[in-house]
């Protein structure tokens, strides 16, 4: 169940980034999530974005079971996306999933080699090659773009994302301005939808004007109507500690 769900939320929380004029690279910052399904909690979700000594930046996220669910599946998921800026935007470097404690683990690494044009897709023992685009990013790194996009005045409609081994669009959409209540309290926020091209599913985000646009609640339909959530916990950075 929390695997269908993180992959929900990555794909959640992009984009022409050649088309970017001015880069809005959020501060460093550390937030933790809530996940649940339906009514039930089901686990716990950690991301960071992290500037390195080198001048390049890594976006991490780690999520796992917990509570009752934790009693029958021990899941935990950790992502990272190795990035850098340039004249075009946001630049990924490489990306990384791991899953283990589910019913079969899953290691996957996607290796941008730039000068070449190549991307080099590596799940488990399988390993195959792909075409660079420009404005190309990965299922995690897309995420901190909607929040530039956000903060530069940009509505994102759609982004070009390496996932699964393919060159897929991420399509998405205004709503409104909505506040709304958290465990943090009550913000402004913009939000979004997310449509899957030839599916009725929809995912919805809600950006939050004085995070700097952090996702702070999403929730997204499943299958049987179910749905998914996850809701802000805890936040240090952006302007807000929780501490």
């Known amino acids: 169940m929390l695997v269908k769900y993180t992959a929900a939320v990555t794909l959640l929380f992009t984009h022409l980034a050649a088309n970017a004029v001015d880069i809005q690279v959020p501060e460093q ?9 339906n009514d039930t909690k089901i686990g716990i979700m950690e991301r960071s974005l992290t500037l390195l000594d080198d001048g390049n930046y890594l ?3 780690k999520s796992k079971t917990t509570g009752f669910i934790a009693l029958f599946r021990k ?16 630049v990924p470097i490489s990306y990384t999933y791991n899953h283990t404690g589910g019913k079969k683990d899953r290691s996957v690494k996607i290796d941008f080699n730039w ?14 090659y792909m075409d660079t685009e420009e404005g190309i990013l990965d299922k995690l790194l897309y995420q901190l773009t909607i929040m530039s996009d956000l ?15 393919k060159i897929k669009q991420y399509f998405f959409e205004y709503l409104e301005d909505e506040e709304i209540n958290t465990p943090l309290g009550k913000f402004k926020t913009m939000k979004l939808a997310r449509h899957k091209p030839n599916s009725d599913k929809t995912t919805w985000l809600w950006c939050a004007y004085e995070l700097s646009f952090l996702p702070i609640k999403v929730v997204n339909t499943e299958k049987k109507g179910r749905l998914t959530t996850a809701t802000i916990k805890s936040l240090n950075g952006l302007g807000y500690s929780s501490e």
Do not use: M
């Open 29 to 37: 910052f550390d937030v933790s999530y809530t996940l649940h399904s």
């Open 75 to 90: 899941d935990h998921i950790v992502e990272t996306s190795l990035w850098k800026t340039s004249h075009d935007g946001y």
């Open 115 to 128: 000068e070449k044009d190549k991307i080099t897709n590596r799940v488990n023992d399988s390993t195959w």
């Open 59 to 61: 976006f991490s996220s």
């Open 151 to 165: 903060k530069s005045g940009t509505v994102p409609d759609q982004y070009t994302i390496a996932d699964g081994g």
